[in-house]
């Protein structure tokens, strides 16, 4: 199991209060964006097999995020987005 946290700016994303959808190869789900400082917080971090992933995050129905990561055991990839 490999870890992603989704991290941007307060004034694009509010206070975790505006969630994102992802995409990992396949799997839709909603996450929390969170601010870098709040980052290693429970509750912001999503669970997703490890190996190669194509990840995509789409923020009012526009794509902010696509590509494509390894993604090892335990490993927690922090994405920024913009």
Known sequence: ?????FVGP???YGN???LVQ?????????????KPKTANRKGTQYGVA?????????FNGETIYSKRLFLSS?????INLP
């Open 1 to 5: 199991m490999a870890y992603l946290v």
């Open 16 to 18: 975790g209060s505006k």
């Open 22 to 34: 992802v995409d990992v190869d396949g799997t839709k789900f909603d996450a929390k964006v969170v």
């Open 50 to 58: 490890t190996g190669n992933r194509q990840i995509t995050v789409k």
């Open 10 to 12: 307060r004034q694009t």
């Open 74 to 78: 335990q490993e927690t990839k922090v």
